[in-house]
């Protein structure tokens, strides 16, 4: 029956998204002269600037192929990563060796397609090959993932003992957790022009009234058009930002309310209220409707000359695209973290972080791989110390230098990095973030970004918090019924009902959808769910919401 769901899933998403764009290849793995080339899928929307047309004929790559004997044909997306992996899984032809998302494996997401392909038989399982493979045996490891995301995940009991994925992006130590500062990015000429520091913007109503400002200001891109007041990057990401001021500060979606009882955030004031707060933007003309439902490239296209004054992100995506576009000859037009913006306890909102990462991007292999332990053997030495210094710095003398312990840019490529990503990416460097995990380099002080200036401030502005308990998730990830709950769930897509309130022609049609979904929680077993965390909860306070 698994498999059954898991096809028709497939079948009715590619019905409905039949072209899924990117950049394509249609061999299958090959041998030449001692190097096996491997078909490579980078399942990122927006993941194809890491590798532009002539990478692969890098010095750096080719270095890559003589340590290990293997290169890559990879293949990108333009589209949503979900629709790509159930256009691949339906076809049973899986690309060699793939990137995607695994945030979990709940019903509804990517990591849901994940499991069922790997259940369904598609995926190749590594178990027996990841004792000879001792740099993939690291990322393993409790505290660099999560006990959480181990247990529930990484060796989903659907597996049954099996492993299926290797995660990647992970940290070694905490002191390589990527703090993303995520925030409210302005352009700092407009600021300036309305002699506002960004440090002043403390509060939603303080950001809606630089909104407002801004419509009226007549502000121009470098081309002359009037800007965009507020916007995001492709499908909508990240328009939570906006909404910074209705954070609760807590860690998980759940509340306390005025008994001590936790309820779901969905069922609070709070909740209509943020609703209502974002459909007021798009209203009164001050948030970009169509940025909902964007691609990547559209995003770009106006980002890149400055034509949207505010936009919400995570520091390394904006300032990895703008510092060789629009930074190089408008340097005035740097993007600054506004606030922070308090939250509703009127705390400074932190990123929450885990003991070991909580959900990652993962690689998989197709069952149908050819020498499989040689795929597996590349992704080991990239993971090596050697591997590492290679895939981040290059070869040394050309591309970098060693000062002590610590490899630095020659000074050609560190401005080349600064301003010339493609050119940066064309040296094959785009490759190292998709298949690093355990990743030890900012804490070996290797990553000369995280001394930036503009990153250090926004880190103050979205600073890092760790949690070493479980959550309230954790716990209604026990509860009997929840298999059953998410079923009855999967075929509703909040997010997406989300978005067309915030379009909504009134606030009281906005108010429906939020309505709509609890009627929709209470029908799949919402007061079981509550009332089997509270009564849990009553046994162990400990844990977090």
């Given amino acids: 029956m698994k498999k059954v769901v898991s096809i028709l899933l497939s079948i009715m998403l590619l019905s409905t998204f039949a072209a899924c764009g990117g950049k394509k290849v249609n061999s299958n793995s090959s041998k030449t002269g001692g190097v096996t080339t491997y078909i490579f899928l980078n399942c990122w929307n927006g993941g194809a600037a890491d590798f532009p047309d002539g990478w692969d004929k890098s010095p750096l790559v080719a270095e890559l192929a003589k340590k290990t004997g293997v290169k890559l044909k990879v293949e990108t997306i333009t589209s949503s990563e979900k629709e790509k992996l159930a256009t691949v899984f339906a076809s049973g032809d899986l690309p060699d060796i793939t990137n995607a998302p695994y945030w979990s494996t709940d019903p509804g997401g990517e990591g849901e397609l994940i499991k069922n392909a790997a259940v369904d038989g598609l995926i190749l399982p590594i178990k027996k090959y990841i004792d000879k493979y001792p740099n993939i045996k690291r990322m393993y490891q409790e505290g ?8 529930k995940d990484i060796n989903n009991k659907e597996y049954e003992g099996e492993i299926y994925v290797i995660p990647t992006q ?9 703090n993303w500062a995520y925030n409210l990015f302005c352009r700092k000429d407009i600021l300036a022009s309305l002699n506002i520091k960004s ?16 419509k009226d200001g007549n502000f121009k891109d470098i081309n002359g058009k009037p800007v965009i007041v507020g916007s995001t990057w492709h499908d909508g990401w990240n328009y939570a930002d906006f909404l910074r001021g209705f954070g609760t500060g807590n860690v998980t979606g759940w509340s306390k309310d005025s008994s001590g009882k936790l309820v779901n955030d969905r069922f609070t004031q709070n909740e209509i209220d943020k609703v209502l707060f974002m459909r007021k933007l798009v209203s009164e003309g001050l948030f970009d409707p169509e940025c909902f439902t964007q691609t990547d490239t559209q995003a770009k296209e106006k980002i890149v000359t400055g034509r949207v004054a505010m936009f919400g992100c995570h520091y390394p995506n904006e300032y990895g695209f703008l510092k060789g576009t629009l930074y190089k000859d408008h340097p005035e037009m740097e993007y600054v973290p506004l606030g922070p913006i308090l939250n509703e306890k009127g705390e400074v909102p932190a990123q929450i972080s885990t003991d070991g990462r909580s959900g990652s991007p993962v690689l998989f292999f197709s069952k149908k791989i050819k020498n499989p332990e040689k795929a597996l053997g590349f992704v080991d030495y990239i993971n090596s110390d050697e591997g590492l210094k290679l ?16 490899p630095k840019y020659t000074d050609e490529w560190n401005n080349i990095r600064a301003t010339d990503d493609t050119k940066f990416k064309l040296a094959g460097f785009g490759l190292a973030g998709n298949f690093v995990g355990a990743d030890p380099r900012n804490g070996w002080g290797w990553n000369p970004d995280y001394s930036e200036a503009g990153y250090v401030n926004a880190r103050k502005v979205s600073p890092l918090k760790f949690i070493d308990y479980k959550t309230a998730d954790d716990v209604v990830n026990t509860w009997p019924g929840k298999k059953a709950y998410d079923e009855k769930m999967s075929t509703y897509n909040y997010d997406d009902e989300l978005k067309k309130a915030y379009l909504a022609k009134s606030d009281a049609d906005a108010t429906k959808v939020v309505e709509e979904v609890r009627k929709r929680m209470k029908a799949a077993g919402y007061d079981e769910m509550v009332k ?9 306070p400990k844990v977090l919401n």
């Fill in 199 to 214: 440090e002043s913007i403390t509060s939603t109503q303080a950001e809606y009234d630089l909104m407002k400002k801004i």
């Fill in 391 to 406: 895939v981040t710095f290059g070869i040394e003398g050309t591309h970098y230098k060693m000062d002590g312990k610590v």
């Fill in 532 to 540: 089997y965390l509270n009564d849990e909860v009553a046994k162990d």
């Fill in 170 to 178: 992970t940290p070694r130590t905490k002191d390589d957790v990527t």
């Fill in 144 to 151: 660099i993932v999560s006990k959480t995301y181990l247990d």
